[in-house]
């Protein structure tokens, strides 16, 4: 392999762009765990994630990656043998249901076409059908990060409520908290699965639960078992700032690094940040004349998009030319749609300009590629960003200084 000049851009929807920020908090030497240094650290930590996760109850951090958080959720509060309730929005949550069907919980699967995301009236007619409260979970994935689908979970929250159903309701955020509005608390949320590697802006290797007081009531009765994932002496332990176990210390350095980043742009700027660039990327899309995955328009995602290849093109030969061309890398398709789609990743540490390279790597591959597509999708993006820094400007516009 010959050098590459110039920074490599990882357009995949997770792992991002780890800001040099972090990287250097992260080198730090590691001190001990067990430490006063760590305590006050950990407290603070402890915190500012209830900020993110827009709740007032803990938030649990595991060594793992997300993975582990959608266990460590199923493992806390649920029996062998209970009812879960899940859709199919697309590959993750396909995952998702793998896993509960492994610690032997019985999945109901509402079907999907991975075009949109989770029906909030399948989830109240499935509920309402249950006058016998065997299902004691709703577990829905938040943004379907194989399709660029986010599901409207405020919308599921208040169809659980119309079947008046007494079940948990577990969402899973791994690919849209710090990105997309998410509330923890206002969407009576029992259960938040996250990972450190997409919003947070970390490498791979923390995940998260944000754990509502229903959900540790459950998981006093809960029969699954359960050691390395078990809230209880996780929370005990965490009350005086430190784990039941050796912590990833130095991604801890760099979520510090990372909460404080995120809290100083504040969570508003962040999520105006993603909608801007999700709607550029958007529009470039049409401009191409190429097709988004998601059909609903109130279902984009703004974390990521997922671009359907026109009929007789193979969407990961595509990529490969970016990334040896352009050394651009592009998400591929994911299970059902594999070679079907590639997706574009504009989430964490990324700006209107690292969007008009990327844009302008997509645009550029698809000629190189022979893809059928028309130019002008960069442009189009572009003066989708020129009217948002105009606005922007108008809206925070100062008297002018006297001559
Ligand atoms: C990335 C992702 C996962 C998987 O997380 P890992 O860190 O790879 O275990 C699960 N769900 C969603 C929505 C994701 O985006």
């Known amino acids: 392999m010959t050098r590459e000049a110039g920074r ?18 992260i080198e730090r030497p590691t001190i001990d765990h067990r430490g006063p240094a760590f305590g006050a650290l950990c407290k603070g930590l402890l915190a500012d994630l209830r900020t993110v996760f827009q709740t007032a109850q803990p938030v649990i951090v595991f060594p793992a990656s997300g993975t582990g958080a959608w266990e460590a959720a199923l493992v806390n509060t649920l029996s062998p043998g209970d009812r879960v309730l899940m859709a199919e929005t697309g590959h993750f949550a396909t995952l998702w249901r793998r896993l509960a069907e492994r610690l032997a919980l019985e999945v109901d699967f509402l079907p999907g076409d991975w075009r949109r995301g989770v029906d909030p009236n399948a989830i ?19 943004n379907e990060t194989s399709t660029g689908v986010a599901s409207r979970v405020g919308d599921v929250r208040a169809a659980i409520d119309r079947a008046g159903h007494p079940a948990l309701f577990m969402v899973d955020t791994i690919s849209s ?17 996250a990972g450190s590697q997409k919003g947070l802006m970390l490498p791979p290797g923390l995940s998260f639960n944000a754990v509502s007081e229903k959900a540790l009531k459950a998981s006093e009765m809960a029969g699954l078992t359960r050691s390395y994932w078990a809230w209880d002496e996780m929370l005990a332990t965490n009350a005086k700032g430190f784990f039941p176990y050796t912590p990833a210390t130095n991604l801890l ?71 040896e061309r352009f050394d651009m890398s592009l998400g591929n398709g994911l299970g059902k749609v594999q070679c079907r789609v590639f997706r574009i990743g504009h989430l ?53 200084i006297p001559a």
């Open 348 to 400: 964490g540490d990324f700006n209107d300009l690292m969007l008009a390279g990327t844009l302008s790597g997509v645009e550029l591959g698809l000629g190189l590629a022979g893809v059928p597509h028309r130019t002008g999708g960069v442009q189009a993006a572009l003066d989708h960003l020129a009217e948002a820094a105009a606005a922007d400007r108008r809206n925070t516009k100062t008297e002018p």
């Open 8 to 25: 490599h851009f990882l357009q995949i929807p997770g792992p991002t762009n780890v800001p040099g920020r972090i990287l250097r908090a």
């Open 177 to 193: 908290l710090a990105s997309i509005d998410y509330r923890h608390d206002d969407w009576g949320v029992d259960v938040t699965v």
């Open 124 to 142: 109240e007619e499935r509920l309402s059908e249950d006058s016998g409260g065997e299902i004691k979970a709703v577990c829905i994935v938040h």
């Open 253 to 323: 350095f760099g979520l510090r690094e990372a909460l404080d980043m995120l809290l100083d742009e504040g969570l508003e700027r962040v999520f105006a940040r993603h909608a801007r660039h999700g709607e550029a990327t958007r529009r470039a899309v049409a401009a191409w004349g190429l097709e988004t995955l998601c059909q609903d328009p109130r279902e984009h995602s703004n974390s990521l998009t997922a671009v359907l290849m026109p009929e007789g093109h193979d969407a990961d030969a595509f990529r490969a030319q970016v990334l």
